[in-house]
């Protein structure tokens, strides 16, 4: 079970996280229609949640492999030239994913220390902002599983 869980937790949480959504997104819209009054602040958490679904997604699309690829180069070269280049666009891949999570801690700390709050519920911004270097971390986790699993396939 724990296994399963470790494997499909993204999806898991992003299935959850699009239900309440829509549930959120289905309850103003009856709202606005029935009583001519909007919840708006119900926005503000549905943009949030997106956010956080696609850190989610994006995981999970390295757990899987489903991510598209540039494999016009990979496809011209030799086996030599393909056992090259695969680990040097991990590493690039690597790279980006770790400079989107220290620039996405640093705004947090930043957000943290200017006490930035939300316009509609007045809640700590970073709650929101999180979603960036803890779904970057869940992706280099992904990542790193991928190219374990590639590297025991070559040998």
Not at 3 to 26: D, P, Q, T, W
Not at 86 to 115: H, K, M, Y
Not at 120 to 144: D, E, H, K
Request: charged share 15%; with cysteine.
């Amino acid at each position: 079970m724990l296994k399963k869980i470790c494997e499909h937790g993204e999806e898991a949480a992003g299935v959850f996280l699009l239900f309440f959504m829509c549930l959120l997104a289905f309850v103003n819209v009856l709202t606005r229609y029935f009583i001519r009054y909007s919840f708006a602040f119900t926005e503000e958490i549905e943009v949030a949640g997106l956010v956080w679904l696609t850190m989610l997604g994006a995981s999970a699309g390295f757990r899987t492999g489903i991510h598209l690829g540039f494999n016009l180069l990979s496809l011209r070269f030799p086996v030599f030239g393909k056992k090259v280049l695969s680990p040097l666009a991990t590493c690039l891949t690597f790279t980006t994913i770790g400079l989107l999570i220290w620039f996405g801690a640093s705004q947090v700390r930043d957000e943290i220390s200017l006490n930035v709050r939300t316009e509609a519920l007045n809640i700590p911004q970073w709650w929101y902002t999180l979603s960036i270097p803890v779904g970057g971390l869940l992706i280099l986790i992904r990542l790193m599983e991928a190219a374990w699993k590639e590297r025991r396939k070559a040998t």
